[in-house]
C-alpha cells in the first residue's frame, strides 16, 4: 500500500496544469481516489464534516455484494451448458465454473471499457472529477443480459444508456433513470431476439478455450426461463423441483439473477454496512407477495405468491437495482411507496401483459420516474404539517 | 429585381432552416415529426407537403390581409389552410397512393400545424406577399430538413434501407448485425429530435 502511495505521489505531478500527460488528469485523479480515500478536507470556517466513506467506498461494497451473485453465474452458465449437452455427469464444478468465466469476462471488460471510455472523455472534456457511477453500473450490466448476447449489441447499449440516461442529466447522481436498466431496456427493445427470441438465448453453445462443450443442434441450445413457460399457453403450475433449483440458481435466466441464495448474500452485506435501504428492499417484496398473490387468488395466474419472488429478475432487482441510492425515492416514507409499487407493478406486468413475461426491469423503470413525485408529496406534506404547527 | 432578393428577403428565407428553425428552436410541429419519420419516404413527401401549403397559404393570407376583418381573421386562415390541405392530400392520393397510406392522417393534420398558424399570425398578416412566399418555404423546408435527418437516421438504423433500397450490406448481417427495433418505435424519433437539438445548441452556442 506505501509503495502505491509512493508511487502515485511521485508521477503525480506529470498530471497537473502543465504537465505532460495533462490529458489524462482525470484518469489519474479517478484511480487515485479509486485506491485512496482523498485528503481534501472541509473548507476552513466551515462546519462541515467529510465523512471518509465516500461514493467510491460505497460502490466497494456494491461490487464485494454482487460478487456471489456473478460468481455463481459463472458456475450456472456452464452448468447449464453442460446440461444442453447431455454431459452432467462428466463436467467438474471447476470446469463449469471456467466455462462460465471465460463466457461472461469478455461482456465485463466490454461494459467497463465503453462506459468508462465515455465517462473518462466526459469528464476530460469538462475539466471534472471522474464519476464513480460507472463501476457498480459497468458490473451489474452483465449480470442482466443473457450470456449469449452478442459483445458489440452490448456496447452500443452501454454507449446508449451512458450518454442519453446519464451524461446529458449531469453524470452520476443526477440521473433520472438506472443506466444499467436502461441498457438492458435499450437491448430488450432494439433487439428482441437476442435477448429472449425462442428461448435459444440463456445457454452458450461453443466451447471457449477448451473448457465447456459444443451444444448440438438448436433443439438442445433451447431452455426457456420459468417465467418464459409459465407465460405459455395451458401452464397449471410449477413442479416443486423447479422452485428448489430457483433458490440454488441453477435454472436459465440472465447471468447474475438466477440464484436466490447468492443474491440473499449480497443483501446482507448491503443491509449490514447500511448502504442499501431495508425499507425498499422489504416494501418490494411485500408489494410483489401481496400482489403474487391476489392475482393467484383470483385465478389470473397459476404462479404462487412466493414463486414470483424466487423467479426471474425479482430478488436481483429488489436487491440491487431498486435500491440504487441515487433514482430511489430519499424520503423515509416515500421508500415504502416506491418499493411497494415496484413489487406491484413487476407481478402485475408479469401476469398481464402476455408480450412481456418478467416484469421487473419495467416495473424499477416506471417507478423511477415517480421516485421525484413520491418525494415531493411527501416533503410537501411535511412542510403543511409543519406550517400548522407554526400557526398555532 | 434586385429587390426581390435583397439582404432581408434572404434572411427571411434563410433564417428559418438555421437560426430559427420550427423544430429545433421553436419546437413546433413535433407531433408530426414523431409520427410519420419512421421511414425516409414519408418524411420527405410530409416534408414537401408543409412547405407547399405553408408557402401558399403565406401568399393567400398575404394578399387577403388588409380586407380581413381582425376578429374573425382565425377562421379564414383556417378555412385557406383546410382548402390548401385538401388539395395537397388529394394530390397524394392521386399520385402517391401508398405514400398517402402510410401519411394516413397525418396529412389532414397539417391543418393543426403550429408552424402553419404562427407564421400566419406573426408573419403573413404584416408582409407582403412574395416575402411570406419566402417565409412560408423557409419555414417549410426548416421542418422539412429536420424531418428528413431524422428519418434517414432512423429508416438506416431501423430497417437497414433507405428509400426502400436496402443500403446495409448483406455481409454485416452475415458476421451477426441486426436492425434496431427500437429506432422503429415513435419513442426514438422524440430521442433523435433531442439529439438534432442539442447539436445545433452546441454549433449555435454564441447566438445565446
Known amino acids: ?392 | 429585381m434586385s429587390k426581390l432578393f435583397s439582404s432581408e428577403n434572404k434572411e427571411v428565407f434563410l433564417n428559418p432552416l438555421n437560426k430559427n428553425n420550427p423544430i429545433a428552436v421553436q419546437v413546433l410541429g413535433i407531433c408530426s415529426a414523431l409520427a410519420v419519420t419512421s421511414q425516409l419516404e414519408p418524411a420527405i413527401v410530409m416534408g414537401l407537403s408543409v412547405t407547399v401549403i405553408t408557402a401558399f397559404s403565406n401568399v393567400i393570407i398575404s394578399l387577403l390581409r388588409n380586407t380581413i376583418p381582425n376578429r374573425i381573421r382565425i377562421i379564414v386562415q383556417l378555412v385557406v389552410v383546410a382548402a390548401l390541405v385538401t388539395i395537397v392530400s388529394q394530390v397524394l392520393k392521386a399520385y402517391s397512393y401508398d405514400v398517402s397510406v402510410q401519411l394516413s392522417v397525418y396529412v389532414g393534420l397539417i391543418i393543426t400545424n403550429c408552424i402553419l398558424m404562427g407564421r400566419l399570425e406573426a408573419f403573413a398578416m404584416q408582409n407582403g406577399p412574395w416575402e411570406s412566399f419566402l417565409d412560408g418555404v423557409g419555414n417549410g423546408l426548416g421542418y422539412a430538413l429536420i424531418l428528413v435527418i431524422v428519418g434517414f437516421v432512423r429508416e438506416l438504423l431501423g430497417f437497414g434501407t433507405l428509400l426502400g433500397y436496402s443500403v446495409v450490406p448483406q455481409w454485416l448481417y452475415d458476421h451477426g448485425y441486426q436492425n434496431n427495433g427500437m429506432m422503429t418505435m415513435p419513442a426514438m424519433s422524440l430521442i433523435i429530435v433531442g439529439c438534432v437539438i442539442w447539436a445545433h445548441r452546441s454549433i449555435n452556442k454564441e447566438e445565446k
Open chain 1, 1 to 392: 500500500m506505501k509503495a502505491l502511495r509512493n508511487y502515485l505521489d511521485k508521477i503525480k505531478p506529470n498530471f497537473e496544469e502543465g504537465g505532460k500527460l495533462h490529458a489524462f488528469q482525470s484518469l489519474f485523479d479517478g484511480l487515485e481516489t479509486f485506491a485512496f480515500v482523498p485528503r481534501t478536507t472541509g473548507r476552513v470556517g466551515s462546519v462541515n464534516i467529510h465523512d471518509a466513506i465516500d461514493s467510491k467506498r460505497i460502490i466497494s461494497f456494491v461490487i464485494i455484494a454482487l460478487l456471489p451473485a456473478l460468481l455463481f453465474g459463472m458456475y450456472n452458465i456452464g452448468y447449464q451448458n453442460a446440461l444442453a449437452a447431455g454431459k452432467l455427469s462428466e463436467a467438474t464444478v471447476l470446469g463449469m465454473w471456467w466455462f462460465g468465466f471465460l463466457a461472461v469476462l469478455p461482456k465485463i471488460v466490454v461494459s467497463y471499457a465503453v462506459g468508462l471510455g465515455i465517462e473518462f472523455t466526459v469528464a476530460q472534456w469538462k475539466h471534472e472529477e471522474i464519476q464513480e457511477g460507472f463501476l457498480a453500473t459497468g458490473i451489474l450490466i452483465p449480470m442482466i443480459v443473457p450470456v449469449t448476447t452478442p459483445l458489440w449489441m452490448l456496447a452500443v447499449a452501454v454507449a446508449f444508456s451512458v450518454i442519453l440516461a446519464k451524461e446529458i442529466f449531469g453524470g452520476t447522481g443526477m440521473n433520472i433513470f438506472n443506466p444499467a436498466l436502461v441498457t438492458r431496456a435499450c437491448l430488450f427493445f432494439s433487439y428482441p431476439s437476442a435477448m429472449t427470441g425462442d428461448n435459444t438465448v440463456w445457454v452458450a453453445g461453443k466451447s471457449l478455450l477448451g473448457a465447456g462443450y459444443d451444444v448440438v443442434g438448436t433443439d438442445a441450445l433451447s431452455a426457456a426461463t420459468p417465467l418464459g413457460q409459465a407465460a405459455e399457453a395451458g401452464f397449471a403450475g410449477f413442479d416443486p423441483s423447479v422452485i428448489t433449483n430457483a433458490i440454488y440458481g441453477l435454472i436459465p435466466g440472465s447471468v447474475g439473477e438466477t440464484s436466490i441464495i447468492a443474491i440473499a448474500l449480497g443483501a446482507l452485506l448491503l443491509l449490514w454496512t447500511g448502504v442499501a435501504s431495508w425499507k425498499i428492499m422489504l416494501s418490494v417484496f411485500v408489494g410483489g407477495a401481496a400482489t403474487g398473490w391476489l392475482m393467484q387468488a383470483t385465478g389470473l395466474s397459476a404462479i404462487q405468491w412466493y414463486e414470483h419472488l424466487v423467479l426471474g429478475g425479482f430478488a436481483f432487482g429488489a436487491v440491487f437495482m431498486a435500491t440504487d441510492p441515487v433514482t430511489a425515492s430519499r424520503t423515509e416514507g416515500g421508500k415504502y411507496i416506491y418499493g411497494l409499487l415496484i413489487g406491484f407493478m413487476a407481478v402485475l406486468v408479469r401476469v398481464l401483459n402476455p408480450g412481456f413475461p418478467e416484469g421487473m426491469m419495467l416495473a424499477i423503470l416506471f417507478m423511477n420516474l415517480f421516485a421525484p413525485l413520491i418525494d415531493y408529496c411527501f416533503v410537501q406534506r411535511n412542510i403543511n404539517m409543519r406550517a400548522k404547527r407554526a400557526i398555532k
